[in-house]
């Protein structure tokens, strides 16, 4: 019965796994969003002359033609001017840009915000800017928000668009001497103000262990994260268990290992830093230019899912650069791919998935309940008349 005891406290870790697994990001996390509108694909940061350019893109697998479910929401790109990044760590430096000294500190300095209308267009007075810190001359600063390619070099998302918004701000405009930006970028409720999605840096929130941090500050990131590990550590424990079993449980336990388990270095803040003292240049993950492979930047730092996922879902060898070319003029994306019909997506077959494994679990239970009854019953020899 111990055995029993022992795989029914694991059967709940079993469905707490898949119910994530429901629920997991991707390219527009996190998924289980009513609406995509408010889900947030990207952010880059990169230098173009005299000028730091960023630009947030939403709304995935975009084809269809306005209007848009836009008018309700509120889109910010925020900067931490003042936070400490130290440089002295050479793992951090090649995964995050660096390392942020106070990460429970962060708070964001400037806030560039935008409201769009069904047509994908700038509310009246908007971008707002606030903060405590205000950038000189924000007034003239170039905008521009609208429909384009999506700039993901990632061929499940080839031949569709997302919505943008960029914004082009001189250096001159930071204050003097600036040489580290943290920048996250977020969706709200415009009404309530409460966060819905997040994004900092690339690869990071759209993975499946990271869907929990879309709806926190980035401060809040690496108490959230290491709590997260200890939970994990003891449903780990629970499907370990059951590995000697019930066979299909221990591929259970390599899915959770690949797919939801904390890493030793993922105590780090969804943000990313951008810095002019990186000798390295600035690309990935020194900011984010439209160019970087990030899936492929990414793997080789310990996350390869999305470029297996690229395999699977294209062509080989993989592809390296983008589906629709670059802009030499601002702000520099592609131009968008002709209106068509929407696919629609269901997670209805994972629900399905979902109650046939909670159903062949219980079945196992039954059935192992039943042979530890016939194994513990005593042998009484049969009584014969003479």
Known sequence: ????????????????????????????????????????????????????????????????????????????????????????????????????????????????????????????????????????????????????????????????NIIAMAVSIPFASFPANQQNWLIWATSNDADSGEKIDHVGRANRSQLGRFDFINTLHPSEHVHAIHERSEDGMSVQRGLTHLMGHFLPVGSIAGLFEYVLQIRPYDLFPDVMIFSTRQEAGLGFPNGRRLTDDIAGLTCVQ????????????????????????????????????????????????????????????????????RKLKVEETPYVKPYRHR
């Open 1 to 160: 019965m111990k055995k029993i005891l022992k795989f029914s406290r694991a059967l709940v870790a079993v469905l707490v796994l898949f119910l994530l697994l429901t629920t997991a990001s991707d390219h527009a996390d996190p998924i289980s969003l009513t609406t995509l509108d408010p889900g947030i694909t990207g952010l880059f940061a990169f230098s173009k002359g005299d000028d730091l350019v960023v630009i947030l893109t939403v709304r995935r697998g975009l084809t269809s033609p306005p209007p848009y479910e836009l008018h309700n929401l509120e889109y910010s790109i925020n900067f931490d001017l003042t936070s400490k990044v130290l440089l002295g760590n050479a793992e951090n430096n090649a995964r995050y840009g660096g390392t942020v000294k106070e990460p429970d500190q962060i708070a964001h300095d400037v806030a560039i915000r935008f409201r769009l209308n069904g047509e994908a267009e700038l509310q009246t007075g908007y971008p707002m800017y606030d903060g405590k810190t205000t950038l000189n001359n924000y007034q003239q600063f170039p905008v521009e928000v609208g429909v384009y390619d999506d700039p993901f070099i990632f061929p499940p998302f080839f031949q569709k």
């Open 302 to 369: 310990g996350d390869c899912v999305l470029q297996e996922v690229a395999l699977i879902n294209g062509a080989w060898p993989r592809a390296l650069v983008n589906d629709r070319p670059f802009s030499d003029q601002f702000p520099y994306l592609g131009e968008p791919w002709p209106d068509q019909q929407e696919v629609v997506h269901s997670d209805n077959h994972m629900l399905i998935l979902l109650l046939i494994i909670a159903a062949l679990i219980v079945a196992y239970i039954l059935w192992r309940r």
